[in-house]
């Protein structure tokens, strides 16, 4: 962490006011300590009062003040005049763009009906409840977010599991970090990792590269093949009902499915489960020893890395069902119920964030774009598959979408995004509103400027039952406006027949917590925390009231998935090979999206210092496999798939399994999921989520350094 300026708050003109992080997901947002001097910040570290982040930041946190101030910022809204993606624009009112606006969105909703206007939410995620609100009320179901290919599935997965999301308890006897890279992706989770270690806590890491905290922490480390968790969930599952080692009581009261899970589960003995993960089957036994001696358990996951692949939702399930038959779900040291309070956050409390967002969908209206495609997402979601949006779009018939207003698209996370552009080519109106003059931007009829996290009012939720409004610590840059302020003023100039939403973003805060025991008159006063007064979750009592799933227990059938056999699912949580190419043409497999610690997507490659710290695209891969194609630190590698190939610096390093290659997404240079296949036979069918971390590839050498 950087050194702290020593000055006192006041000297030589600096104030220091607080502020959050909002450049990653809202499960973070840790809190900044800005150091203001004549109306810009000249400095900003973490807050050490903070009640979440307690004065830590990442690197990406770190380069706050570089990202408000970046060159590229938008600054006032643009209208394009020059041809789609040229990038030309000329600076207008914003009277201007939002008559202009609304008038196009009219105009497709009277010629084509307003469901054939799609609502789109990227980065930052905190507008979203009003964004999908502003969806349902001009008309549309169409409204999807970057969640298409993030996080979604695991809540999918919990979904046909138990109801509703759940999450990771640290006051037990065995972790299993499934994908647990927190030094990377969510470092607040690192120091009670560390206290829980020195109580005794046991770890397995599964995992298939070596990262900082397997080797800090781990007392196991299971390393599986790209896709293949499912089938080592599925063993490890098997072993323990050999072994008796489950819990019959918890099962027969609490569990269905359970003879079915069984019945299925035998196949995959430990010599099974090593052919088909690489991971040694003694390892295997030692982890279902561990799970054996624990008397509690509870599993760490990423909602991002286990879903990305083909069969990437019933790898989910698959490692979720050895916490129902060991019966570590809703107990003391197990997994922990948890639903978001407000804005993706589980503060402790309940608000009508839910009945906000979907009180005016339009029921009448076609189907969100992925219905038909993704029907089990569609009947749990509701929301557009935005993965699906491109075949909509390309196929040009009376169920395509033909405008698209967006809120930090971006278009570089999807598969074979070259078919974006032809998206964007195609439409009548495409309106983003951003931060930056982004790629995805640059193809916009209009981009209308939004501010950061430093610039705006905020109302932000936080465990332990805390909101904080949170102040703006500068003046928004240019005419930049809080996306909230931009979705409920365009709402008035359309005309939309909604009174919450085009009384803004403060007035539907108060909607949304008119049940929750909090004064947010109160809170909108107070310069800091306010508590909400809420009953803490009583363990067990979704044990004893049954569980929101069509049986009332925790299901490993899922019978929402059973119910619906023309969806041609599996309800039990099964295991497919997660590649489907030819293994001699392409026989690497790729993991498109590996964590790096100074960037997320592509958000921070245009910010200097963040992108200094890796400047250029890079294959990782193992020693041995560089031995063979000749090649050292330094060199190129051309990495092909199917439709494609880019030229990377080739790093060898021990941390990645032979036969593997890891490739950070997002350098617009060598975009690698431009590369990756737009391919239905690589995308979950219960998700939609693409294979984006078990693609395939070849790999040659091509030049030797020096």
């Not at 930041?57 to 770190?62: D, N």
């Not at 990437?312 to 129902?324: D, I, K, P, T």
Request: charge should be negative; charged fraction near 25%; hydrophobic fraction near 35%.
């Amino acid at each position: 962490m950087a050194e702290k300026i020593k000055k006192l708050p006041g000297e030589d003109g600096i104030e220091i006011k607080h502020s959050q992080c909002a450049i990653c997901s809202p499960g973070l947002h840790c809190g900044l300590s800005c150091y203001v001097k004549d109306g810009k910040v000249i400095k900003v570290e973490g807050w050490d009062e903070h009640p979440f982040s307690k004065g830590g930041l990442c690197t990406k946190g770190l380069s706050n003040r570089e990202f408000l101030y970046r060159k590229d910022r938008v600054l006032y809204p643009m209208k394009r005049v020059g041809e789609r993606g040229e990038g030309k624009f000329e600076r207008i009112s914003w009277e201007q763009a939002y008559t202009e606006i609304a008038e196009k969105m009219n105009a497709v909703k009277d010629k084509y009906g307003a469901d054939k206007v799609a609502f789109y939410s990227g980065y930052n995620k905190w507008y979203r409840n009003m964004l999908a609100r502003f969806a349902h009320s001009f008309g549309s179901q169409s409204y999807g977010t970057e969640s298409s290919s993030c996080f979604v599935a695991g809540e999918m997965a919990w979904q046909c599991r138990t109801g509703t999301g759940m999450t990771q308890n640290l006051e037990t006897d065995l972790l299993i970090g499934w994908a647990n890279n927190g030094f990377y992706s969510k470092y607040t989770m690192m120091g009670p990792l560390e206290k829980a270690k020195a109580r005794g806590m046991k770890y397995i890491v599964v995992d298939p590269r070596v990262t900082p905290g397997s080797i800090r922490y781990a007392d196991l480390h299971l390393r599986p093949h790209l896709g293949t968790d499912g089938a080592l969930a599925l063993t490890i599952a098997n072993c323990l009902i050999k072994d008796d080692a489950v819990d019959h009581d918890y099962i027969e009261k609490y569990v269905h499915g359970y003879e079915e899970y069984k019945a299925y589960v035998s196949y995959f003995t430990p010599e099974k489960g090593e052919e088909l993960t690489g991971v040694p089957a003694r390892d295997i036994l030692k982890a279902v020893e561990m799970i054996k001696e624990a008397k509690t358990m509870s599993i760490t996951e990423c909602s991002a890395p286990i879903p990305h692949h083909r069969n990437g939702l019933q790898n989910y399930r698959a490692q979720m069902s050895l916490l129902a038959i060991t019966g570590n779900i809703d107990v003391p040291g197990g997994q922990k119920p948890a639903h978001f309070s407000f804005s993706e956050r589980n503060a402790g409390f309940t608000t009508l964030e839910e009945e906000f967002m979907y009180e005016t969908f339009p029921q009448d209206a076609d189907k969100s774009v992925g219905a038909d495609i993704h029907p089990l997402w569609y009947y749990l979601r509701h929301d557009m598959q935005a993965n699906d949006l491109p075949a909509n779009v390309l196929k040009d018939d009376e169920k395509s979408i033909k405008a698209l207003y967006a809120h930090g698209l971006n278009f570089r996370m999807f598969t074979d995004n070259k078919k974006w552009l032809e998206v964007f080519k195609k439409l009548d109106l495409y309106v983003d509103v951003d931060l930056f003059m982004t790629d995805s931007a640059k193809w916009a009829d209009y981009v209308l400027p939004c501010c950061t996290s430093m610039e705006r009012y905020e109302l932000k939720a936080y465990p332990g039952q805390l909101l904080w409004y949170v102040r703006p610590v500068v003046e928004p840059l240019g005419e930049s406006k809080r996306d909230v302020d931009i979705i409920s003023e365009l709402a008035n100039y359309i005309g939309v027949d909604d009174e919450i939403l085009c009384s803004g973003y403060e007035n539907a805060c108060k909607y949304m917590f008119r049940e929750t025991d909090v004064d947010l008159d109160e809170v909108m006063a107070t310069d800091g925390f306010v508590k909400v007064k809420a009953e803490p979750y009583k363990v067990g009592t979704r044990l004893e009231k049954g569980w929101p799933t069509p049986t009332g227990k925790i299901e490993l059938v899922s019978e929402v998935i059973a119910q619906h056999p023309e969806w041609g699912l599996d309800a039990l949580p099964t295991y497919v090979e997660p590649y489907t190419a030819d293994s001699e043409k392409y026989p690497f497999r790729l993991c498109a999206g590996t964590r790096i610690p100074n960037a997320i997507h592509s958000r921070l490659h245009d910010s200097p210092w963040e992108r200094s710290l890796t400047p250029e695209p890079q294959a990782e891969m193992n020693p041995a496999d560089c031995d063979r194609l000749g090649v050292e630190l330094g060199d190129d590698v051309l990495v092909e798939t199917e439709i494609g190939g880019f030229t990377y610096k080739v790093v060898p390093t021990l941390t990645v399994k032979e036969g593997e290659v890891y490739i950070y997404h997002g350098y617009r240079e060598k975009d690698i999921n431009s590369i990756l296949p737009y391919d239905k036979n690589n995308w979950d069918p219960y998700s939609g989520y693409p294979a984006y971390r078990s693609a395939y590839c070849n790999v040659k050498g091509v030049k030797t350094n020096g």
